[in-house]
Each structure stands twice: as C-alpha cells, then as structure tokens.
C-alpha cells in the first residue's frame, strides 16, 4: 500500500508535458535575459562619461598599513621627477641662459614626466591653481583637493584602488628668473614666455611660495 508521502508526491507531480512546456519557458526566458544584458553591453557608453569612480582623502595621522608602501612608491616618484627636472633645468641654465632654458622646460618636462611615470609604473604630473601652461591642468579628482591649496601631502584612495598623492612644490631662488615679479625678470625671458605662454598666469612669486604641486596616480597593485 502506498504510504501518504508517495501519494502526495504523485498528487503533484507534474504531467511530463507539463514538464517540457516549463522548461521551454525557463529557456526562452533565460535566452530574453542574456540578450537584454548583451543588448545593454553593446550599447555604446554616453559620450564624454567617464566610469565615476570615488575617492576619499586617507588621513594623515593613520595611514593604513597596506597603502604604505604605494605612498613610498609615489614619494620616490616625485623626488626622481624632482631631480631630473632640476638637473635639465640646471644644465639648460648654464649652457643656454635662462630664456634658452624656457624651451628646454617646455620639450623636457612632460617628456620627464613620461619617463618617470613609466619607470615607476605610475602617472605622474607638475599642476598649479596658476598655471604657465593650460597642457599641466590636474586630473579630476586632484583638483576636489588642490582647491584647498594644501600646504601639506595630501593622499587619497579610489574605489578602483587607484592612489592618489598630491605633493607640494616651493619656490626656491633658482626660479625666481622665470616665475618671479613681473618686473625682475629678464625682458629676454619675458618676451619668450610671452611667446610660449600667451596666458601665463605663473609670475609674481616670491622665493617659499606654494607654487603648485606633483599629482601621482598609483594604480591598484601597484
Ligand atoms: C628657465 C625658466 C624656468 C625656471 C628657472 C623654472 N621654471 Fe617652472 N616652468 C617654466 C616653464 C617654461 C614651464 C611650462 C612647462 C611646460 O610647458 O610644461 C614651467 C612650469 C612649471 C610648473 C607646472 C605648472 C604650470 O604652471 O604649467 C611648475 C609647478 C613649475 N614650473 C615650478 C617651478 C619651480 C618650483 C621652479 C624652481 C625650482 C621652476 N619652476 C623654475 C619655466 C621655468
């Protein structure tokens, strides 16, 4: 005799036609789903929209363990930066005088910022709220933090896991010749930056200035 389970489980048992219909249906709806995701994939992505990633300024005084060693890492980025930019300037200065060296700046400084991004495995640039050159404007999201002019690092995580470091930079007496008054700079000078930068908004500083600042992009894994 069949015990009540069996009997219950005959009940609802479903017919075997029944069976194929469903599973036509969960085919057919599987197939709908699948193409619409497909269909969304292949629409083209608006235009000029980046895919909006968010970032938050680590601080200062409790930098996670694990984003020590990308700090370093832009850290050593900016000073080799630092360093080539000043021994191309130094040397263009001597052999060229200041207003040869204007063009120097201008072919080597985004060269040596290639270079050192690619040495480094990041990106790196000069960037200022004054800029002599409208090419050195900042990414996007370190202009949210340049726009407190922070006299200090300031570092930031993205929720892609890129870091962020934007490292200030001081004025120092060499480059008062080409970023100082107006009045006390070499008229040599003046008139090639005037050619150069028709808009140079990068004089009138005084020697301990903030001039701007290094931005350094570590990507995640970096
Ligand atoms: C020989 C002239 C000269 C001297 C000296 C000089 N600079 Fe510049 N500076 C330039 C030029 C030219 C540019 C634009 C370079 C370019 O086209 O990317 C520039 C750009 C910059 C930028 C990038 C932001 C911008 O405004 O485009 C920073 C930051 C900067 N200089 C800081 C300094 C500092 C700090 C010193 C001293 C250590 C210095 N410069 C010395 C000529 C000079």
Redesign the pocket.
């Known amino acids: 005799m069949a015990s009540t389970q069996d009997t219950i489980s005959v009940h609802h048992a479903p017919a075997p036609t029944d069976l194929r219909v469903r599973r036509l249906l969960l085919a057919a709806a599987a197939v709908a789903i699948v193409s619409s995701a497909c269909d969304r994939r292949r629409e083209p992505a608006p235009r000029g929209t980046v895919p909006a990633v968010t970032w938050r300024a680590l601080e200062p005084s409790s930098l996670p363990a694990d984003q020590q060693a990308r700090i370093t890492l832009a850290t050593d980025a900016r000073n080799d930066m630092f360093g080539r ?2 021994s191309a ?1 130094g040397q ?2 001597a052999t060229e005088g ?2 040869g ?6 072919q080597r ?2 060269q040596i910022a290639q270079e050192v991004g690619a040495a480094h495995g990041v990106r790196i640039g ?3 709220e ?7 404007r900042a990414p996007a999201w370190a202009q949210a933090f340049l726009s407190e002019r922070p006299e200090a690092p300031v570092y930031a995580l993205a929720d892609d896991g890129t870091l962020g470091a934007v490292l200030p ?4 007496t ?6 100082g008054a107006p009045a006390s700079i070499a008229p040599a ?1 003046r008139d090639a ?1 005037a050619m ?2 028709p808009d ?3 004089t009138g500083y005084a020697e301990g200035d903030l ?4 931005w350094v992009e570590v990507p995640a894994g970096g």
Do not use: E, K, Q
Request: charged residues 20%; positive net charge; proline residues 4%.
């Open positions: 930019l000043m300037l263009a200065m200041t207003a060296a204007i063009d120097v700046c201008r400084a985004p000069r960037t200022s004054r800029l002599r050159n409208p090419d050195n930079i001081r004025i120092m060499l480059c008062l010749a080409c970023h000078v930056l150069h930068y140079d908004a990068a001039r701007g600042w290094f």
